[in-house]
């Protein structure tokens, strides 16, 4: 190659760049968001007892026609019908009308609702504090451990696609504040009633959120109308209490009280649990450096007061700080500290620590006017230059992690659990199992404990109360030809293993004749473990 080529070919090369570089960032970006969305779609995250159970609605209205849960004794109205609305419910039985039913099929319909709710946000943040500020807060949302908002959105819960309806109701609320007319005022309504329907844990927060939000206004802000807070309000509230009555028109009122207690005894340990010690102990979990690297609460701070103003956009402030608070608060005050509670408290607080980084650095600012190697150590430079890197930390490393996890997923266990039953026991041999996510993978007749026995579960493994065990006896009573063992009847602690297992000497034989035969272990996938009833 002659000379003046090579001579010029860094040139277009670096030409080419300068040209085409939005494009090329375009489509760097889609390829990276393709990767965090769609890659390994089914492998990770696992198929687990909450995604499981829920699963078990869609693939029952598909192949019965019937709203509802099943086990080998029937439908189960409760537990699973109420856990995720019909906002999600009803679009993966479309698709498994349409395409068959299937773990992919499903999570393709989550993955559209994790990218409806990463678009809304980025327009409700652009729309709050500009396009710069909106991408950061977007990368903190979606690399943050504590929110796991890739994890949660891939599967099918209801976190995302009831914070995808809470910032869709925002957005339509705030760019027009004040000047929606009563029809747009509906439909925000309606978007923060399908909020509480897909996620009831919202209700929580909403509910009071709205009543606050207008009663500052009347008597702190005094810059909106009565009607831009109230028919937002009414119509939420009558969104929820419609579907409460189609819920009870269509499971009747014993299973409607049946879901209610259900409701109640989870909720008693689970989300009103007033402990001194978990208070402590839920505070830390939210200062952790695993929260944003110990930012949450700093910017929780710093949300209440640019709240303060007593304008417009100070009052937008307001209503999104209100919503983060009362999660967060509640969360630390009366939960039982599993992080998956402060979800929306911790996925708002990203555009918080955003703004509070952005108002910090003077919007990322520097003077390189000493040159680039000095300018480094000077007085107003070097703290805004730290600050920066303490935000690219928080954001690289634990994006870099889940990326690692969605590239190199854990051994599908399930899977090829559900491969063995498949190829190896008849379907319709009696399956005990507390591994719901079976019962989706493969069409075998599983029995499951009641649900009721998960308020007991967590008594028991949080609280040392009554053992699951002493609460279900279907084993040794029912003597199902098949027990299926995962991680949750491990953690649970439900069946007594040591007691079905077979044993070699008589004289523990004898101690347990009363089983009338014992268990024997056949296959092993990862924590699943199979066991076949053998007669004595």
Request: proline share 5%; glycine share 6%.
């Amino acid at each position: 190659m002659p000379y003046q080529w090579k001579k010029l070919m860094p040139n277009r090369a670096e030409t080419f760049l300068l040209k085409n570089r939005k494009t090329l960032l375009w489509i760097l970006g889609l390829l990276l968001l393709y990767f965090l969305v769609f890659h390994n779609l089914t492998r990770f995250p696992e198929p687990w007892f909450d995604e499981g159970s829920h699963l078990h609605v869609p693939k029952t209205l598909v192949k019965y026609g019937v709203y509802a849960d099943i086990s080998s004794e029937g439908f189960r109205y409760y537990g699973p019908t109420i856990g995720v609305g019909p906002t999600i419910m009803l679009p993966i039985a479309a698709a498994f009308k349409l395409f068959g039913i299937g773990l992919l099929q499903a999570r393709l319909v989550m993955a559209l609702y994790l990218l409806a709710a990463l678009y809304m946000f980025y327009r409700l943040v652009e729309h709050l504090a500009g396009k710069r500020l909106a991408w950061i807060a977007l990368a903190l949302l979606l690399s943050s451990r504590s929110v796991l908002f890739l994890q949660y959105g891939r599967q099918l819960l209801g976190e995302v696609p009831g914070f995808f309806f809470i910032l869709l109701a925002l957005y339509l609320w705030f760019s027009r504040w004040n000047e929606n007319d009563w029809k747009r005022l509906a439909l925000i309504g309606l978007f923060f009633g399908l909020a509480m329907i897909t996620k009831y844990q919202y209700l929580l927060f909403l509910a009071p959120a709205l009543i606050l939000s207008w009663l500052l206004d009347i008597f702190y802000y005094k810059t909106s109308t009565h009607r831009n807070f109230l028919i937002p309000g009414i119509v939420a509230a009558a969104s929820f209490g419609i579907w409460q009555l189609l819920t009870l028109q269509y499971l009747g009122p014993s299973t409607a009280l049946e879901n209610l207690a259900l409701l109640r005894a989870s909720a008693e340990k689970a989300a009103f649990n007033f402990s001194l010690t978990q208070i402590d102990a839920n505070f830390e979990e939210l200062t952790a450096r695993a929260v944003y690297l110990g930012t949450a609460f700093p910017a929780f701070l710093y949300g209440f007061l640019i709240s303060l103003p007593r304008t417009r956009e100070g009052q937008k402030w307001s209503v999104l700080f209100l919503l983060m608070a009362l999660n967060l608060v509640w969360f630390v005050v009366a939960s039982i500290g599993w992080i998956r509670y402060a979800f929306l408290g911790l996925s708002l607080s990203s555009v918080f620590i955003a703004r509070l980084f952005w108002a910090l650095t003077d919007g990322f600012h520097f003077d390189w006017s000493a040159g680039r190697l000095r300018s480094l150590f000077e007085a107003q430079n070097a703290p805004r230059i730290a600050l920066s890197l303490w935000l690219i930390a928080i954001i690289v490393m634990p994006l870099c992690k889940t990326m690692l996890d969605i590239a190199a997923p854990p051994p599908p266990y399930a899977m090829q659990m559900a491969a063995y039953l498949n190829e190896n026991i008849p379907l319709d041999a009696v399956i005990e199992t507390w591994e719901p996510e079976m019962g989706f993978l493969t069409d075998h007749n599983y029995h499951y404990p009641p649900n009721a026995l998960l308020a007991v579960a967590v008594d028991h493994v949080y609280y040392e109360g009554e053992p699951v065990q002493e609460h279900y006896n279907f084993i040794q009573t029912e003597k199902p030809p098949y027990l299926l063992v995962g991680i949750f009847s491990k953690w649970t602690e439900i069946y007594p293993l040591e007691e079905l297992k077979e044993h070699d000497e008589q004289e523990e034989q004898e101690e347990h004749e009363e089983l009338s035969g014992q268990y024997e272990l056949i296959a092993t996938f990862g924590d699943y473990d199979l066991y076949r009833r053998v007669e004595k």
